[in-house]
């Protein structure tokens, strides 16, 4: 597909993932605008491409039927990142917060069928997957998208948004007014990643050489991080390649334990210290990883970064752009705050 002189909306443009994809867009021709409050993200992620003239940037927020309004005039394509989300301490611990997802999709989604949108590509998460499902790390289980049905289960009030914005969506395609796809995240990291999401926390903890070095849960966790180049191109590649409201995993298939991940980021990072593990803290499942096959089949996306790889670039970026004393003062409010 042909980007250029694609009218596109980034919501959630100045975050982590939003700005990367804003420059992906950018990159590829397309006229791009981002809508974001700074809540939770930076707007020197952006600042370079707005003062070139490549983007447009509205400050405010999609609560604000105004502001949901304005940012979709004109707008032919949709990526649509924005929402109240922190990583696992806030997910757990500020329900009421994540709740008002359930509100921002549904308003924003119906400001974007007035303005004849296009297309919707949703950045939904691994949080729709039951939670009943991911409790056995020694389980080899590989969530394939067709294990999210009725019974629903989903993690938490962030996750329940995340799924009633992918059913609203496939209910807006069957009724002809738009098309869509769904893009299931799982576990992202890279450069401009966020201290309240596991590897840059571990990475922020190296980094000030925290001792005894905490590791939330019992490190038996298994994740599959996925790195943001990834991430970015799985997220165009659904643009381009589906319209029926299909959702994919976005997620590599390594398995990696917890503390197998903040053994490697000490390793790297030259750092001896003693892990302390705190079984009481918010964990999420003990078994969540991707399937992958379904977008390999769909839009002939597959990870390229593994996580030996990825890790390393992501540290480099780190102690390149952030001051151990600062983070040292901030580190225990970054970890479960926007």
Same mark, same amino acid.
């Given at each position: ?14 975050? =982590?993932?939003?700005? &990367? ?5 950018? &990159?590829?021709?397309? @006229? ?19 003062? &070139? ?26 990526? #649509?990142?924005?929402? @109240?989300? $922190? ?6 611990? #500020?329900?009421?917060?994540?709740? *008002? ?20 590509? =949703?950045?939904? &998460? ?38 009633? $914005?992918?059913?609203?969506?496939? #209910? ?43 590791? /939330? ?16 191109? $799985? ?13 994919? +995993? ?13 053994? *490697? @980021?000490?390793?790297? *990072? ?9 079984? #009481? ?19 002939? /996306? ?17 102690? +390149? ?18």
């Amino acid at each position: 597909m042909n980007w250029k002189g694609k009218h596109v909306l980034v919501t959630g443009g100045t975050s =982590f993932i939003g700005s &990367s994809l804003a420059d992906a867009l950018v &990159s590829r021709g397309a @006229i791009v605008r981002v809508v974001d409050d700074l809540s939770a993200g930076r707007y020197e992620y952006i600042s370079r491409l707005v003062e &070139s003239g490549s983007v447009e940037f509205i400050k405010g927020d999609l609560l604000d039927a105004e502001i949901a309004a304005r940012s979709v005039r004109g707008i032919e394509y949709l990526f #649509h990142l924005a929402a @109240i989300h $922190g990583g696992r301490g806030y997910v757990d611990l #500020h329900n009421v917060e994540c709740s *008002m997802n359930l509100i921002l999709d549904g308003q924003l989604f119906r400001e974007a069928v007035k303005a004849h949108v296009e297309k919707i590509i =949703f950045a939904s &998460s691994g949080c729709v997957y039951p939670n009943h499902l991911q409790s056995d790390p020694e389980k080899e289980l590989y969530l394939t998208e067709d294990l999210v049905g009725p019974p629903y289960e989903a993690d938490n009030m962030y996750g329940w948004a995340k799924l009633m $914005g992918e059913l609203t969506l496939q #209910h807006f395609v069957k009724a002809g007014q738009l098309k869509a796809a769904s893009c299931r995240y799982f576990t992202v990291y890279g450069p401009r990643g966020k201290e309240d999401h596991a590897v840059i926390a571990m990475i922020a903890r190296a980094f000030i050489q925290q001792n005894p070095f905490e590791v /939330w849960g019992t490190g038996e966790q298994i994740r599959n991080w996925t790195y943001i180049d990834d991430i970015v191109e $799985g997220t165009i590649l659904a643009a381009e390649g589906i319209d029926d409201g299909t959702a994919v +995993n976005l997620g590599t298939m390594e398995r990696i334990r917890v503390v197998d991940a903040a053994a *490697m @980021i000490l390793r790297h *990072m030259g750092v001896e210290v003693p892990l302390k593990f705190l079984p #009481h803290m918010p964990t999420g499942p003990y078994n969540r990883v991707a399937a992958n096959r379904l977008a390999k089949e769909l839009i002939s /996306w597959e990870p390229r970064v593994p996580f030996r790889e990825g890790i390393v670039k992501t540290i480099d970026w780190y102690v +390149n752009n952030r001051n151990p004393d600062e983070v040292r003062s901030q580190l225990q409010s970054m970890l479960t705050e926007r």
